[in-house]
């Protein structure tokens, strides 16, 4: 399978960076989102990473604008049309994802497979929106994704081999490194980490120590390069409560359930770095 024209959907944290690593990897690409405003503001965090990197003198100004010149900006989803690989990277909801599939499904040539960048959702329930499920996997990438290697590969119960083979070649293309897993909540990466996060916030909760305390104990005690409450400011917080009820609704075992402190923040709209405070505040 030859990948050429990558299409992202979701401009945000993670759209703009897997946009980012495809383009820098040779690829044409068209960064999506459902308003304009969105894929400008995906755009500048692109444009300021890429000018990081010129500054450091780890890149050449003509490199960082022929970078710019392959991603593609949309606001319509026909743009699907020609793309032979759709990386989909929009909010962690499954009614959104569904929908989303199911129109890209009717939308891109037959021959394109259909990726989520989905951090917990089952990949089986998203391909099967579809009339194409062996061409449906999962594409996990981890924030912040220029940086972070890992790129982890979910066979839904559908998925064809040479499929497989293809997103594993194309994320070594990438210069990140594969690993397989099978399509479980949270799948291997959150069905570890998030219990860890989310354990920290009743620690917070339930007035064990400080947010800094907590956050120092991991960094110092154990060598995490963030600590876990400031991690999960990092991810979001909402990112972080949507994975953990995933775990709790797909594992059907209370040892998944979201700590109330969770909750209250994202229903204040306190989302972490994303939104200028969560756990700490940002300016
Ligand atoms: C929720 C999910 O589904 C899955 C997930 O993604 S879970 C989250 C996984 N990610 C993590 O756990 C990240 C943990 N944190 C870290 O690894 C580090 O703190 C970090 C890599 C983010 C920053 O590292 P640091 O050493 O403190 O920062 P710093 O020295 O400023 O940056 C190191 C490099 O990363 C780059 N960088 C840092 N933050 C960046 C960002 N947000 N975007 C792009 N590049 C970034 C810097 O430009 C720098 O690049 P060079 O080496 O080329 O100069
Ligand atoms: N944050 C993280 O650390 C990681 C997240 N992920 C996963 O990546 C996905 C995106 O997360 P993240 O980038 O952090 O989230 P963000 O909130 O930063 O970005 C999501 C973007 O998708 C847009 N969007 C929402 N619905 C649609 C739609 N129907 N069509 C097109 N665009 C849409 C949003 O627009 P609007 O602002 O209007 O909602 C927003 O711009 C999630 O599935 C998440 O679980 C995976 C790995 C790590």
Request: charged content about 25%; proline content about 5%; some cysteine.
């Amino acid at each position: 399978m030859d990948i050429k024209k990558v299409m992202v959907i979701g401009a945000g944290q993670m759209g703009s960076g897997i946009a980012q690593v495809c383009a820098m990897s040779g690829y044409n690409v068209v960064l999506h989102d459902l308003k304009q405003e969105f894929v400008d503001r995906g755009m500048g965090i692109i444009n300021k990473n890429l000018s990081r990197q010129v500054e450091k003198e780890k890149m050449s100004e003509d490199n960082k604008n022929s970078i710019l010149g392959r991603i593609n900006p949309s606001t319509e989803l026909n743009n699907a049309a020609d793309a032979d690989l759709v990386i989909e990277a929009a909010v962690e909801n499954m009614e959104i994802k569904t929908k989303l599939f199911a129109q890209l499904d009717e939308i891109a040539p037959e021959h394109a497979i259909l990726a989520s960048n989905t951090s917990s959702l089952p990949i089986t329930e998203i391909a099967a929106a579809t009339k194409r499920p062996e061409k449906v996997i999962g594409m996990h990438f981890m924030n912040p994704v220029p940086v972070m290697k890992l790129v982890e590969i979910i066979r839904g119960l559908a998925t064809a081999n040479e499929v497989y083979t293809a997103i594993e070649d194309m994320s070594k293309s990438l210069n990140k490194v594969p690993v397989e897993v099978n399509d479980f909540p949270g799948f291997v990466s959150n069905r570890i980490l998030m219990p860890m996060i989310n354990e920290a916030v009743y620690t917070l909760y339930e007035g064990v120590a400080s947010k800094e305390a907590i956050d120092e104990v991991m960094k110092l005690g154990m060598n995490h390069p963030m600590g876990p409450l400031t991690l999960a400011d990092f991810i979001g917080l909402d990112t972080c409560l949507y994975i953990m009820e995933t775990l709790h609704e797909g594992f059907g075992d209370d040892k998944y359930r979201p700590c109330p402190l969770l909750r209250k923040y994202v229903k204040a709209g306190w989302l972490g770095k994303k939104s200028g405070r969560g756990f700490y505040e940002y300016s």
